[in-house]
């Protein structure tokens, strides 16, 4: 698996974990909701300062992005 599918599966995990919707983590993470959606569907290789501002809208470490399997959620 890619890296970019990796971080695409734990930033939709951790969104279906707090029932936001991708709106809703664009808005924390001070994103557009499109790009939301194509780091979830890994059309986009996030820069760091990205997975940085999606890690802390999530409260976990931006290495927790990058890990396969479940990442868990905080709050």
């Known amino acids: 698996m890619e890296i ?3 971080i695409a ?3 939709r ?3 279906h974990a707090k029932k ?3 709106e809703e983590l664009a808005e924390k993470a001070r994103l557009s909701s499109r790009y939301v959606g194509a780091i979830e569907r890994a ?3 996030a820069r760091v300062n990205i997975v940085g501002r999606i ?4 409260g976990v470490e931006p290495a927790d ?3 396969r399997g479940k990442p868990k959620a905080h709050g």
Do not use: G, I, M, P
């Open 55 to 58: 890690a802390d809208a999530f």
């Open 65 to 67: 992005l990058f890990k």
């Open 13 to 15: 995990r951790l969104r």
């Open 20 to 22: 936001w919707t991708q």
């Open 43 to 45: 059309n986009v290789s």
């Open 4 to 6: 970019e599918e990796v």
């Open 9 to 11: 599966t734990n930033v």
